[in-house]
């Protein structure tokens, strides 16, 4: 089976709609898709409604998560939720606030970006978000269509970097309390790309071990911002502390360089996600 647990829609930062995002899924050849946007549930309907004869969906999201670091500063951390109930009441009133977070983090940026001449407008972003919460990936594309960037991923490394100058720190729910929060709904954790950016210099092994004995369900292993000594690495954590390894393409639609079942989720694994949910939101099979 070909299965890739982690894309996103133009309900958060992606650029294709659920219903696009379903069909994109269908035409790479993938039995199982999961849509993980950020801190919200609102392309599950249409996803659902628009998902191919013979795929199954895994419903999820990709919270915004942080921890403390050494030097004090919060690290960004991305946790995977799946199958948790949406109408869970603390989940649905922490989404509330993780999105007005993300808009009022968007907008600041825009702020100090057009305070400094930056021939970018709010209005503009917004108008890109369409509706979503402005993330940073709608600015890279405002940055693009300013002729100012050649792509989203360039306005990362420049513009939108984390050290730069018109970097803005988001409030996000503390890891823990959100693993918590997943497992009170239902729902299965597993932390995304923990090798990659803040992520790696945080979730050492150690930490890992604490995290699983808090109720963290799984990794993600294989993703495209690992690289062979990490997935190794990785895979063998997930062994040692009985957490459920995964994999996905991280898909974003032309925001990034990535394809759908870029790198995929063993068959035994999408299982135990499955069994270990309380089955309020099942796998959806058509």
Known sequence: MRIDLHSHSSSSDGTETPAELMASAGRAG???????????????????????????????????????????????????????????????????????????????????????????????????ASGAPVGR?????????????????????????????????????????????????????????????????????EKLRSLAAQGLDGIEVFHPDHDEAARTELAALAEELDLIPTGSSDFHGTNKTLRLGQDLTPEKSLQRIVSASSGVVPLLQK
Do not use: C
């Not at 100090?112 to 917004?126: P, T, Y």
């Not at 997943?182 to 950016?197: D, L, M």
């Open 30 to 128: 993938l039995d199982v898709i999961g849509i993980t946007d950020h801190d919200t549930t609102s392309g599950w309907d249409a996803a659902e409604q628009a998902l191919p004869t013979g795929m199954a969906l895994m419903r999820g999201t990709e919270f915004s998560t942080e921890i403390a670091q050494p030097n004090g500063r919060p690290a960004s951390i991305h946790l995977l939720g799946y199958l948790f109930d949406p109408s869970n009441p603390t989940i649905v009133q922490e989404h509330i606030r993780l999105r007005q977070e993300r808009m009022d983090r968007g907008l600041r940026i825009v702020e100090k970006m057009v305070r400094d001449g930056i021939d970018i407008s709010a209005e503009q972003v917004l108008e890109i």
């Open 137 to 205: 990936p709608h600015i890279g594309r405002a940055l693009k269509q300013a002729g100012l960037v050649e792509s989203v991923h360039e306005a990362f490394a420049t513009y939108l970097r984390g050290d730069g100058p018109y970097y803005v720190h988001k409030a996000d729910t503390d890891l823990e309390t959100a693993i918590a929060m997943i497992a009170a709904a239902g729902g299965v954790s597993v932390i995304a790309h923990p090798r990659s950016r803040e992520a790696a210099a945080v979730l050492g092994r």
